[in-house]
């Protein structure tokens, strides 16, 4: 069983910064997306990005453009979810996750991580 860990939350103000990492328990991690969803309270689970195991193909929702940089050391087995200029909305639980397809749906997510709490406060 895959298991993903994530770190690196926490609480900081409007206009922070925070870096979550996301660690693979298992190698290789070959042939799987890794990306992060979030889930902010009373809402649905929702995509925030997403990268290819080469690291060329990256993908955001439009609400983080400019802001957070997905990025992966396929030797550490990590993904890196940098967040800039972080926002009340932005407050949520932030899920690590792998898929074998493409997809920015919940539904075809592989395997979860066990989240990691981002509170942004004004």
């Known amino acids: 069983q895959e298991q993903l860990v994530e770190s690196g939350g926490g609480l900081v103000q409007v206009g922070g910064s925070l870096r979550l990492s996301c660690v693979a328990s298992?190698?290789?991690?070959?042939?799987?997306?890794l990306g992060w969803f979030r889930q902010g309270p009373g809402k649905e689970r929702e995509f925030v990005a997403r990268i290819s195991y080469s690291g060329k193909q990256k993908y955001y929702t439009d609400s983080v453009k400019g802001r957070f940089t997905i990025s992966r050391d396929t030797a550490e087995n990590t993904v890196y979810l940098q967040m800039n200029n972080l926002k009340p909305e932005d407050t949520a639980v932030y899920y690590c996750?792998?898929?074998?397809?493409?997809?920015?749906?919940?539904?075809?997510?592989?395997?979860w991580g066990q989240g990691t709490q981002v509170t942004v406060s004004s």
């Open positions: 996750a792998a898929s074998l397809t493409n997809t920015r749906s919940v539904g075809e997510v592989n395997h």
């Open positions: 298992r190698r290789p991690f070959s042939a799987y997306f």
